[in-house]
């Protein structure tokens, strides 16, 4: 990352050209400059116009799905008056730096084409795409926010306060990030980042729309506070309204300390536009029910019992890693069941472990990463993709590196056994089995071929017994 902030001397540019699509749907893969391949996705509200600057919401998304983020947020951008671009070309195997680029990228030739307001420029993501929408004020000046959903990146070292930009984390309770994000959220607080939390139930990549629009609208409020836009206040008070009802709608579902979180960001939110008073009245109603105090107690005590085990994960994981102990492989397995187990149950517990098991996937994917950049031994980075297997038994990438690895070691029994279990897991890409890395005898084996013909149905190199 820091080659990156070293080599990457980025300027928005202030020349926009009339740009003419058609308004009030998702338009799909424009060209991002016409040298690149990249592609991104654009909303314009219907009442968008040429003549002035817009405010605009640059996204990014895991998967590269720029259409289906830029449909979340149809609602947000007509009711908000935002202009949407969506990237199609975020990846989750990507490095930060790859999908950083992209969204430089997509960030510097957009504003030339678009009338955007330069000082109303924000970044929105989801997973992977929410490290790089992160990222994006460490690099650029004069970002407004950033949201991020379900994870994020935040160098504290690279933080100026002379280029200060809101931050907004989002984070669903089944989340490994969840912990972390909250950690986030109150340093920047300290340093006097504006910065806010949403919470909510569940660990979908992308929450429900409503949550995306309370969020975008305390970029609005906050835009309006600076005087960024004019101060509307028909929007402030239905976006009031809407984030009372989220607050009593969790409460009817017992969802005590999401509504909790949520009114104490409303106060941050509103503080200057509306009276504090109902919202006050709401977290003493809360404060005061048993419910309430039951739900905090139950939370804490998972949360100590969290950090004990990310802990001791962590640290066995560094270990076996160095160390290259396979012979820990089937202790890694039985965690992996005991977390699926508890998983099962419907209490706070069952989340913890979803947690933790999203959590050990990332830190060994980001292992995995790592390796790829230093001079790791073979043994070290075969484990790695082994454990990867484990707590993520689609890894695809982790089971080809092992079968890689394996052929480089003359170990062809390795290879077969993690051939067939990637062809039991549902693997369907024959050609990109007779593609691995150094696997040029091992694939030219009668097991390798029939492994594969048994899965599925023909093989390149089929023995033929006749």
Not at 103 to 111: D, I, M, S
Not at 224 to 245: A, C, N, T
Not at 288 to 316: A, G, H
């Amino acid at each position: 990352m820091k080659k990156l902030i070293f080599f990457l001397f980025l300027t928005l540019h202030m020349s926009a050209q009339e740009f003419s699509v058609r308004k009030g749907v998702v338009v799909d893969d424009l060209k991002v400059a016409d040298t690149l391949t990249e592609t991104y996705s654009l909303y314009l509200p219907t009442t968008y116009e040429n003549g002035r600057t817009w405010p605009t919401l640059f996204v990014f998304d895991s998967r590269g799905r720029g259409r289906t983020a830029a449909q979340l947020l149809k609602g947000t951008a007509e009711r908000q008056g935002y202009i949407v671009v969506s990237s199609n070309d975020i990846k989750r195997e990507n490095t930060l730096e790859e999908n950083v680029m992209v969204a430089a990228r997509l960030l510097q030739q957009v504003t030339k084409k678009l009338p955007v307001d330069l000082s109303q420029v924000s970044t929105l993501g989801s997973m992977a795409g929410a490290k790089a929408a992160s990222s994006i004020p460490l690099i650029f000046d004069n970002i407004h926010g950033a949201v991020a959903v379900g994870d994020h990146w935040v160098n504290f070292n690279l933080l100026d306060q002379k280029k200060s930009f809101n931050f907004i984390g989002i984070v669903g309770d089944e989340q490994y990030s969840a912990m972390g994000m909250g950690m986030t959220t109150d340093g920047l607080s300290e340093l006097k980042f504006p910065s806010q939390l949403y919470t909510y139930d569940g660990g979908e990549d992308w929450p429900a729309a409503d949550i995306l629009d309370s969020a975008v609208g305390a970029l609005t409020l906050d835009a309006m506070r600076k005087e960024k836009r004019p101060v509307d206040r028909q929007l402030i008070q239905q976006l009031y309204e809407q984030d009372l009802g989220w607050v009593n709608k969790l409460m009817s579902q017992n969802q005590l300390l999401n509504a909790q979180n949520l009114l104490e960001v409303m106060e941050e939110k509103y503080d200057g536009f509306v009276n504090a008073t109902e919202i006050k009245a709401k977290q003493n109603q809360l404060s005061r029910s048993r419910n309430y105090i039951v739900q905090k107690r139950e939370q804490q005590t998972i949360n100590q019992k969290e950090s004990r085990l990310l802990d001791d994960f962590v640290y066995y994981l560094e270990e076996d890693i160095r160390t290259a102990n396979f012979e820990n492989l089937g202790w890694w397995n039985f965690q992996k069941k005991q977390l699926d187990s508890l998983g099962q149950k419907q209490n706070g517990e069952a989340k913890m472990a979803l947690r933790l098991k999203g959590f050990i996937q990332e830190y060994i994917r980001l292992k995995r990463n790592e390796f790829q950049e230093n001079r790791t031994p073979l043994e070290s980075r075969m484990l790695a993709n082994m454990l990867q297997t484990i707590f993520d038994p689609q890894a695809f990438d982790a089971y080809r590196n092992i079968i890689s690895l394996s052929a480089q070691d003359n170990d062809y029994q390795t290879a077969y056994f993690y051939l067939e279990e990637m062809l039991k897991h549902g693997y369907k890409d024959m050609d990109a089995l007779y593609d691995i890395e150094g696997t040029l005898g091992l694939r030219l084996t009668p097991d390798y071929n029939n492994i594969i013909e048994n899965y599925l149905g023909k093989a390149k190199f089929h023995e033929d017994h006749n």
